[in-house]
């Protein structure tokens, strides 16, 4: 997947000029190790020129992997091409893994079977030293582009020569040895040169099992645990109730994550579409990488302060009803609802029987457990309400905001509260005055709690409207 922060393409260029630069350097390395372990007999330079001509091969399916890699996705390939690049690392493991094998099979007959001599001359150590230099330029370029573009295909070449650079070691010392049993006359000495060589495949065996492992579970979606757990961090913004099935898979240098959000039940579309945009920034930068594709599916759900007559009430009004003096019970058989509702504009009591029906459903779709339902129908109230139960609404009202606010760790002076009766159910309206200082965010949050505990206590509570203002 292209990075969409970088339209002009200078990601996929500067991934591959560190490739072909690898590429470069190991055609150089493999070159003189070859001529210089020929001249001399020696297995560990020999082996270490096999070690180079692999680089080579790697390099090459690394430069390939990169350019692949960076294609955008098709038809075809729907995530992207990005796994072209851990195919390109345990193509490098296997190659890797066989040159091992024919590195310990001839160094345990140099060791048992048959003697080579060895010439421990100037050429062979100053090849080394060249040799040591190149690779850990090399790697501090590759794992630098590596870290920077999230590239396993030039972290596993940066791993390649990292290692050159340990079993370059090794080969010097070996030759350190057989130039000493030249010198002090102990020909048993001769034979290090061979224990070199198994000491670099012993490395490569280490490092190349290491990518291996990292390179089939990148391939079978497999990531570490605690990513999962920073995702489902990360995706818990304001708004968000719950982080469900939150999943991660790796493709090359791009993360896929998608993530089941669950949010308020009253929250408007436009507000929940706000939540899912701000959890998936959140994501990205969790994971450290903007390109990220995020995917997320956001849910309704019952938020702690609702309670059953709330979201009676809640789900009367999506049907155009008004629901009052709820009353539920506990039976054996289960849980048991008693209600009445105001139907507005039914002709005759086959509409409203209808209405009411439809209206039931639903309530056992969104209750599990209810077993039995009994609605008293009644056509729409109209009047205002008398002026003591009006009276004892607003002295509840401020009661219950009060007590929220106290709960909550604020202070607000609930005042100007109007009640309405719209259609069977009450219309609330107040001021409360808060700390200036308090953010936005919060202070809408608030309101929200305000609104649910009011639907909870005090009965036909409909349309709720509350201003926030600083204190006079």
């Known amino acids: 997947m292209p990075d969409l922060q970088d339209p002009s393409g200078a990601a996929e260029r500067e991934k ?20 210089v372990g020929l001249l001399t007999g020696s297995l560990g330079i020999l082996a270490e020129a096999a070690h180079s001509g692999l680089d080579l091969v790697a390099a ?10 960076s294609r955008p996705a098709d038809p075809t390939h729907t995530y992207g091409h990005g796994k072209v690049e851990n195919l390109s690392a345990l193509f490098q493991t ?5 040159t091992c094998v024919w590195i310990i099979d001839e160094a345990v007959r140099r060791l048992f079977v048959r003697s080579v001599h060895v010439e421990a001359g100037l050429w062979a150590f100053l090849v080394m030293a060249v040799s040591i230099a190149v690779d850990i330029s090399r790697a501090r370029v590759l794992r630098r582009a590596a870290r920077k573009h999230q590239s396993q295909a030039l972290e596993a070449d940066a791993l390649h020569f990292s290692t050159d650079v340990w079993s370059s070691l090794v080969v010097i010392a070996g030759l350190g040895f057989v130039r000493a049993a030249d010198a002090f006359g102990v020909p048993w000495l001769q034979k290090a040169d061979a224990v070199a060589a198994l000491g670099v ?20 979606d497999g990531v570490p645990a605690h990513l999962r757990e920073d995702v489902a961090r990360a995706a818990r913004v304001s708004g968000v109730l719950e982080v469900r099935n939150a999943r991660v898979r790796r493709a090359g240098p791009e993360f896929f994550v998608d993530a089941v959000l669950i949010v308020g039940r009253h929250e408007a579309l436009e507000h929940a579409h706000d939540i899912s945009n701000r959890a ?12 990220a594709d995020v995917v997320i599916h956001v849910e309704p759900g019952r938020e702690e302060a609702e309670d059953l007559v709330g979201e009676v009430r809640m789900l009367a009004a999506r049907h155009g009803l008004a629901a009052h003096d709820i009353r539920s019970s506990e039976r054996k058989s289960g849980a048991g609802l008693e209600l009445h509702i105001e139907i507005d504009g039914a002709r005759d009591v086959a509409e409203a029987h209808a209405r009411a029906s439809a209206f039931e459903e639903d309530l056992r779709r969104a209750i599990p457990g209810l077993d039995r339902i009994v609605t008293h129908l009644e056509p729409v109230k109209s009047g205002p309400a008398p002026v003591a139960e009006a009276e004892a609404d607003r002295e509840a009202i401020r009661r219950i905001v009060s007590e929220v606010a106290a709960a909550e ?10 009640i309405e009766d719209e259609a069977g159910e009450l219309a609330v309206s107040l001021h409360c005055a808060l700390d200036p200082a308090m953010e936005l965010d919060a202070a809408h949050r608030l309101t929200e709690r305000f609104e ?5 206590g005090v009965d036909r509570v409909g349309r709720v409207l509350i201003h926030v203002e600083p204190p006079e």
């Open 452 to 456: 649910l505990a009011l639907r909870a």
């Open 16 to 35: 591959s000029a560190a490739a072909l630069s690898s590429v470069v350097a190991a055609v150089v390395l493999t070159g003189m190790k070859v001529v």
């Open 94 to 98: 296997g190659l890797l893994l066989v």
């Open 201 to 220: 495949s012993a490395i490569v065996i280490y490092v190349s099992l290491a990518l291996g492992r990292r390179t089939i579970r990148d391939l079978l």
């Open 280 to 291: 998936g920034d959140a994501i990205r930068r969790a994971l450290g990488r903007r390109t």
């Open 60 to 69: 090459l399916a690394t430069l390939v992997a990169v350019k692949v890699s």
């Open 409 to 418: 760790g604020v202070v607000c002076d609930p005042h100007e509260i109007e």
